[in-house]
């Protein structure tokens, strides 16, 4: 009697320890197509253990709770992860303590304004337009730099980040700014620039141009006028008035060019009041070394791409005939 008493004990022992084994081999998915499990910075284990199981990633909190006590050296790292098929929770342990965070590439063209990046966020289901422009309009971040700023516009360097669901608009605004400040300390090693001047400057040859070897003749086009007192007369800048006044349609119209919003060229001497664009670093750097060149002028070439730069007026008028008849040509 106490044999069979005995082996009934082994038996159930066995079973337990089998069933305890499958609940930790098993792979578990208890949720549809994907989820998305956040781990905050400082979360023990017990509490991320119930919010695998509440997020159906594993099947209970105590799983994780035991993987954890039989590697208790473990690092877990915080972050947002990503589920999109089962696994063992060993598997789940491993990936929480490598630190395999989820994240999707957000790419910032050069010459994009903040209007544009928002427009960008909100498209890719990141971060709302409304959030966005609310924190690019706080010039906080670089008021060190440029203590004329009055948002961060210009300061937003375009580059690819990494973002996650939990990403917010400052966070993305502090991560853009501190590329800029990286970018800006290559390109004015050991001298002092006014980054206020310069960063307007360029984000103007930014929108102006996309060929590379122009930018230095573009900038010194703006250089030359300022220094003459001509009026800059910036289609860009008409552009960028018109977003201001929430009333872009897509051209520039007689009412735009007549605007007497400050960042309108054409009626205002001087540069603009702030950055247009975020311009990238070719063209921060031909703001900081304009070439030297008499031009005062430059309109799109008649054939061929890029620009054609003269000194006189009648040269420009000249060279605007030749392209007003080429596109007319081309219609």
């Given at each position: 009697m106490k044999r069979a008493?005995?082996?009934a004990g082994v038996i159930l022992i066995a079973l337990g320890v089998?069933?305890?084994l499958l609940f930790f081999r098993e792979s578990y998915k208890g949720f549809e197509g994907q989820t998305f499990v956040t781990v905050e910075r400082g979360t023990g284990a017990t509490e991320i253990g119930r919010v695998l199981a509440q997020a159906g990633v594993i099947?209970?909190?105590w799983q994780f709770w035991m993987e954890r006590a039989l590697h208790p050296s473990a690092k877990l790292q915080a972050?947002?992860?990503?589920?999109?098929?089962?696994a063992t929770v060993g598997e789940v342990f491993d990936r929480l303590a490598r630190g395999d965070v989820y994240y999707f590439e957000f790419t910032v063209t050069e010459g994009s304004n903040m209007f544009d990046i928002a427009h960008a966020?909100?498209?890719?289901?990141?971060?709302?337009?409304?959030?966005?422009?609310?924190a690019a309009a706080d010039p906080k971040l670089i008021l060190d730099l440029d203590p004329s700023a009055n948002s961060l516009e210009g300061y937003l360097f375009p580059a690819t980040y990494r973002l996650s669901h939990s990403t917010t608009a400052a966070e993305l605004c502090r991560q853009m700014t501190e590329q800029f400040r990286r970018q800006w300390k290559k390109l004015t090693p050991g001298t002092v620039a006014n980054a206020h001047r310069v960063v307007t400057l360029a984000s103007m040859v930014e929108k102006e141009t996309g060929v590379a070897e122009e930018r230095p003749l573009v900038a010194a086009v703006f250089v030359n006028r300022l220094d003459k007192g001509m009026l800059l007369q910036?289609?860009?800048?008409t552009i960028y008035a018109a977003l201001l006044d929430h009333r872009f349609r897509k051209t520039i119209h007689?009412?735009?060019l007549a605007s007497r919003n400050p960042y309108n060229t054409y009626q205002h001497p001087g540069l603009p009041p702030g950055p247009i664009a975020n311009p990238g670093a070719d063209s921060i750097a031909a703001a900081l070394h304009p070439a030297e060149t008499d031009y005062l002028y430059f309109v799109a070439k008649a054939a061929g791409g890029g620009h054609k730069f003269?000194?006189?007026l009648a040269g420009h008028e000249k060279a605007t005939r030749e392209y007003r008849k080429k596109a007319r040509k081309a219609e």
């Open positions: 008493l005995f082996l089998g069933a305890g099947r209970f909190p972050g947002e992860y990503k589920f999109d098929r089962g966020l909100e498209s890719a289901g990141a971060i709302t337009a409304e959030d966005f422009l609310s910036c289609d860009p800048t007689k009412s735009d003269s000194t006189t």
